[in-house]
C-alpha cells in the first residue's frame, strides 16, 4: 500500500539544525537562533555579512498552468535540489512559507510531497516559527491605528470614504471580505465600510519579502499609504506614527528559516506570498542567502510562468538585482491531456493526440521564460505512475524539434535520486550560459497603463486590457500623483492567461479585464484586481479540515 506523505514525513530520519547547518553550511551555533531541535532561523547580522561571499548560480523553477491534474512544482524544486547535492555540488532550497488558510482549505499541506518534501513538515504546514503571525499582527497593528486616530479626533482629515487598508487573517473565509466597521455608538470607533485579506496577499507580507535590511523594512513600512485626506492627500503609515511598532512586530520575522529536506539538505522557508493575488516569490533575504550559502540555488515562483515567473523577472529580480542563470518548467502528462481536452477522470488513459494538443500551453509558458525575458530553460516532466512510454516519448520528441532539453524526473517515489536526470541537464544549462540580468517586460518609464498593457500583450497573449471606469479612473490618479514609476502586479486567476479561468490551452486575442486598483507603496508595485479573483479566499464544499484530526498520542491526521 503506498504511504501518504505524512506517514513518509513520519519515519524520516532528520538531523539536528544546529549540525546539519555547521557540516552542510559552515555555520557556527552563534548564527542560528534555533526553535526546537529541527529549525531554526539563521541570524539576520549574519545574514548581512554575507555580502562579500561570491554569489552561486540561481535556478528559477516554474510551470505550466496549473490544472486539478497536478503539476508538482514544489516537488521538483525539493527534488531538484536534492538531485544537485547527490551530484557533488552543494545547492541551496528557497521557497515560500505555507499560509495555513489554503492548508486547512483546497490545497492540503504545502511542504511538497512523496520523497520530496521539506521536514519537519508538520510544523512548517502549521505556526512553523510564527512569520505569517508576526505579519498579520502588524499589518493589524496599523489598521487599529488608523481607526484609532479617527477616533481620537482625526488631526490628519482623513476621509473615511477613502481608507485603501483593509485587515487580514490567515484563514479563507469569504464573510469577511466585505464588512461594517465602528458599529455601537461613539464609544466604539467611526462607522464605516472595510473587509479583511488574506495575510497572504498583505502588503506587509510583500514588503518583508522585499526588504534587504531592518533598515529597509522600516523605512518600507512608512511608505504604506493607508487612506487619503479630504484633500486628496495620501496618508502613510509614517503619517500615523507606526512604522516604527511595526517593525518590532517583524524584526524576528525578517530573518530567514532554516529546515531540511528527506535527504537532510539545507532548505530556506521565508515569505509567503500567493502568485494569483500577490508577487507569488519568497523573500529576497532567503534568496541571497541561498545564493551565497550554496553552488546552487533553487527558488520557485507561484503557478505558472505568466504569473509567478513573470513577477518573479518584473518585480523581484528587478528590485534585488537578482541575476538568474537558467529555469525549469515543470509540466506533467495529465496536466498537458488535460490542456487538450481530456477531462479529469479519463486522464490515465495514454492519448498522444489530446498531449500533443496540449503543448500549446507549454509552448506559451516557454516563450515566457525564453523569449519575453530572455532565460534558458529545462521542461521537467514530472512524472506519473498512469505516465507511459509513449507519451514521454513524444514530449521528448516535441522538446528537442524546439531546441529544449527535457528531462523526466521522478522525484516523487525516489526522491533526489529520481531527480539527478533533471540536475544534470541545470548544470550542463548553467555551464553554457553566465548569470545575467533577465529581459523585462517593461521599463519603469513608462506609465502603469503601458505597463500593464504590455503584460498582458506579451506574456498572456491578450489583444487588450480592460478596465471598469473606478479602476482605469485610480489608476489615470496614481499616474497624476507620481506613482507612475512602481512595478505592476496583476491579480489574476492562475487555471488560464485569461480571466477566465475555463480558457484552457493558449488563447489570445483575449481581454483582461481590470476590475480594481490597489496602491502597494511601500512594496513598490500596483496591484490590479482583474476578473473575478479574491484576495480573500474563500472554502470549498469540503474543507481539507474536515478530514484532520488529532489522537490521544497527539499524532496528526489528515494533514497531507
Not at 502568485?275 to 542567502?289: D, K, L, W
Amino acid at each position: 500500500m503506498a504511504l501518504h506523505d505524512l506517514d513518509i514525513a513520519r519515519r524520516a530520519t532528520l538531523r539536528r539544525i544546529t549540525d546539519l547547518a555547521r557540516e552542510r553550511l559552515g555555520l557556527d551555533d552563534a548564527h542560528l537562533v534555533p526553535y526546537g531541535h529541527y529549525k531554526a532561523k539563521i541570524a539576520l547580522p549574519f545574514v548581512q555579512s554575507l555580502d562579500e561571499r561570491p554569489d552561486g548560480k540561481l535556478i528559477l523553477v516554474t510551470a505550466t498552468s496549473p490544472t486539478p491534474a497536478g503539476e508538482g512544482k514544489t516537488t521538483t524544486s525539493i527534488g531538484l535540489a536534492d538531485g544537485l547535492n547527490r551530484l557533488g555540488h552543494r545547492a541551496v532550497l528557497a521557497l515560500r512559507e505555507p499560509s495555513i488558510g489554503p492548508v486547512f482549505g483546497m490545497k492540503g499541506g504545502a511542504a511538497g510531497g512523496g520523497h520530496a518534501q521539506v521536514m519537519p513538515m508538520e510544523d512548517i504546514n502549521l505556526h512553523f516559527t510564527g512569520d505569517f503571525h508576526a505579519i498579520g499582527l502588524a499589518h493589524n497593528l496599523l489598521a487599529a491605528l488608523l481607526d484609532n486616530h479617527i477616533h481620537q479626533g482625526n488631526a490628519l482629515g482623513i476621509d473615511v470614504r477613502r481608507i485603501h487598508w483593509r485587515r487580514v487573517l490567515d484563514m479563507n473565509d469569504r464573510a469577511l471580505r466585505h464588512i461594517t466597521l465602528g458599529l455601537g455608538g461613539p464609544a466604539h470607533g467611526v462607522p464605516r465600510e472595510g473587509g479583511f485579506d488574506i495575510v497572504a496577499a498583505s502588503e506587509v507580507m510583500a514588503i518583508l519579502c522585499l526588504s534587504r535590511s531592518l533598515a529597509d523594512l522600516k523605512e518600507r513600512l512608512g511608505r504604506i499609504v493607508v487612506a487619503e485626506t479630504r484633500q486628496r492627500q495620501p496618508v502613510t503609515a509614517a503619517d500615523l506614527r507606526a512604522h516604527g511598532a511595526m517593525t518590532v512586530l517583524l524584526k524576528d520575522a525578517l530573518a530567514p528559516n532554516l529546515v531540511q529536506t528527506l535527504d537532510n539538505n539545507p532548505a530556506l522557508l521565508h515569505g509567503g506570498p500567493f502568485g494569483n493575488i500577490a508577487h507569488g516569490c519568497n523573500s529576497v533575504i532567503a534568496t541571497r542567502t541561498a545564493i551565497k550559502l550554496g553552488d546552487y540555488a533553487v527558488t520557485e515562483a507561484g503557478f505558472g510562468a505568466d504569473l509567478g515567473a513573470e513577477k518573479f523577472f518584473d518585480i523581484k529580480c528587478r528590485m534585488a538585482g537578482l541575476k538568474p542563470s537558467a529555469a525549469v518548467l515543470v509540466t506533467t502528462v495529465r496536466a498537458l491531456k488535460m490542456q487538450g481536452g481530456v477531462p479529469k477522470d479519463a486522464l490515465a488513459q495514454e492519448n498522444l493526440a489530446a498531449l500533443d494538443a496540449g503543448l500549446a500551453n507549454l509552448d506559451r509558458h516557454l516563450h515566457i521564460v525564453r523569449d519575453v525575458f530572455g532565460l534558458p530553460c529545462v521542461v521537467a516532466a514530472n512524472h506519473f505512475v498512469a505516465d507511459t512510454a509513449a507519451e514521454h516519448a513524444l514530449l521528448r520528441s516535441r522538446m528537442a524539434e524546439r531546441g529544449v532539453p527535457y528531462a523526466v524526473s521522478r522525484h516523487w517515489a525516489e526522491g533526489g535520486a529520481g531527480a539527478v536526470d533533471l540536475a544534470r541537464e541545470v548544470v550542463a544549462l548553467c555551464d553554457q550560459h553566465a548569470p545575467r540580468t533577465p529581459r523585462f517586460v517593461y521599463d519603469t518609464a513608462d506609465s502603469l497603463w503601458d505597463k500593464a498593457v504590455q503584460v498582458a500583450q506579451q506574456v498572456y497573449g491578450a489583444a487588450q486590457l480592460v478596465a471598469s471606469p473606478e479602476a482605469r479612473a485610480r489608476l489615470d490618479q496614481l499616474q497624476a500623483e507620481g506613482w507612475g514609476h512602481l512595478s505592476v502586479c496583476i491579480a489574476k486567476t492562475p487555471y488560464s492567461f485569461s480571466t477566465d479561468p475555463k480558457l484552457l490551452g493558449a488563447p489570445t486575442g483575449h481581454a483582461v479585464h481590470v476590475r480594481e486598483v490597489r496602491l502597494s507603496a511601500g512594496a513598490g508595485f500596483v496591484v490590479l484586481v482583474c476578473g473575478d479573483i479574491m484576495t480573500m479566499p474563500g472554502l470549498p464544499a469540503h474543507p481539507g479540515a474536515e478530514g484532520m484530526d488529532i489522537d490521544e498520542r497527539g499524532q496528526v491526521t489528515g494533514l497531507y
